[in-house]
């Protein structure tokens, strides 16, 4: 367990704890931890997530059946905070492999680790660092494999308007694993070149406010894709119609954020 310079010293029943007396990210931590492991696989969990019984053993086996292999599990709400759930709330789904191989549930045989160095602490200290390891590791020639028996419980955390705006808003570094990673625009961007899919038709609805003038059978043609999202969105995440202007103002945060770290580094991302 590696405690990262939180202010109450970490114990942990039956583990050894490495204590960084400053807080370096999770980049950083992890890298203390797992070349003090002595097992040739190793798996990672975050503190803000509870393994379900079972995990553990479903990730090995999944390991055994393929030998070199980095091993992915599933990752849903924690059922016991769902009435936290809303347009305010920080939560994680991954509900199959890939593409960011998000490290709250991850296995990967310390050879892999070994071969391409570990985590990255200096290029992504706090946001991706996941996502870019992954990366390395598919470019070296390991393979993912999907365990979903492997189930991690993550956090439900109500953050409030503002704190999922300045959530929206920490992106830009993140954008640098696309300037690395190319494969990843292959294989994520919506069309080749947006982030999301909502951040399309965001643009899309913004060119058309644009072109109103000219055309309001173009301007509503090329809007109401996204607006009828934001509408869904009110259903699915939560708030109602009612939600819809903080979807709005949400997704405008998000896209700055991405094109800054688009010009950042140098690639091109919407």
């Given at each position: 367990?590696?405690?990262?310079?939180?202010?109450?010293?970490?114990?942990?029943?039956?583990?050894?704890?490495?204590?960084?007396?400053?807080?370096?990210?999770?980049?950083?931590?992890r890298n203390?931890?797992?070349p003090?492991?002595?097992?040739?696989l190793?798996?990672f969990?975050?503190?803000d997530?509870?393994t379900t019984?079972?995990?553990?053993?479903?990730?090995?086996?999944?390991a055994?059946?393929?030998?070199g292999?980095?091993?992915?599990?599933?990752?849903?709400?924690?059922?016991?905070?769902?009435?936290?759930?809303?347009?305010?709330?920080?939560?994680?789904?991954?509900?199959?492999?890939?593409?960011?191989y998000?490290?709250?549930?991850?296995?990967?045989?310390?050879?892999?680790l070994e071969?391409?160095?570990?985590?990255?602490?200096?290029?992504f200290p706090?946001?991706g660092?996941?996502?870019?390891?992954a990366?390395?590791?598919?470019a070296?020639?390991?393979?993912?494999?999907?365990?979903?028996?492997?189930?991690?419980?993550h956090?439900?955390?109500?953050?409030?308007p503002?704190?999922k705006l300045?959530m929206?808003?920490?992106?830009?570094?993140?954008i640098?694993?696309?300037?690395?990673?190319?494969?990843?625009?292959?294989?994520?961007?919506?069309?080749?070149?947006?982030?999301?899919?909502?951040?399309?038709?965001?643009?899309?609805?913004?060119?058309?406010?644009?072109?109103?003038?000219?055309?309001?059978?173009l301007?509503?043609?090329?809007?109401?894709?996204?607006?009828?999202?934001?509408?869904?969105?009110?259903v699915?995440?939560g708030?109602?119609?009612a939600a819809?202007?903080?979807?709005?103002?949400?997704?405008?945060?998000?896209?700055?954020?991405?094109?800054?770290?688009?010009?950042?580094?140098?690639?091109?991302?919407?």
């Open positions: 367990v590696v405690d990262d310079g939180s202010l109450s010293p970490v114990a942990a029943t039956g583990a050894r704890v490495v204590r960084r007396a400053v807080a370096g990210g999770p980049s950083a931590a203390d931890g797992w003090l492991a002595r097992a040739p190793v798996a969990v975050d503190d997530c509870v019984p079972g995990w553990l053993a479903a990730l090995v086996a999944a055994e059946a393929a030998p292999a980095v091993v992915q599990g599933r990752t849903l709400p924690d059922p016991a905070e769902a009435d936290r759930l809303g347009p305010f709330a920080r939560s994680l789904w991954v509900e199959e492999p890939g593409p960011y998000q490290a709250c549930n991850i296995l990967y045989p310390r050879a892999v071969s391409v160095g570990g985590f990255d602490a200096e290029a706090h946001v660092e996941d996502t870019d390891l990366w390395r590791a598919r070296a020639g390991a393979r993912i494999e999907w365990a979903p028996d492997a189930l991690v419980h956090a439900v955390v109500d953050l409030g503002a704190g300045r929206a808003a920490r992106w830009t570094p993140s640098r694993l696309f300037a690395r990673h190319r494969a990843l625009r292959r294989e994520h961007l919506t069309r080749g070149l947006f982030w999301k899919g909502t951040h399309y038709l965001l643009v899309r609805s913004l060119l058309g406010l644009a072109l109103r003038r000219r055309s309001r059978w301007a509503l043609w090329l809007g109401a894709p996204y607006v009828r999202n934001l509408l869904l969105r009110g699915s995440e708030g109602g119609p819809a202007p903080f979807y709005l103002v949400h997704d405008l945060v998000e896209l700055v954020a991405v094109l800054r770290g688009a010009v950042r580094y140098r690639t091109p991302v919407l």
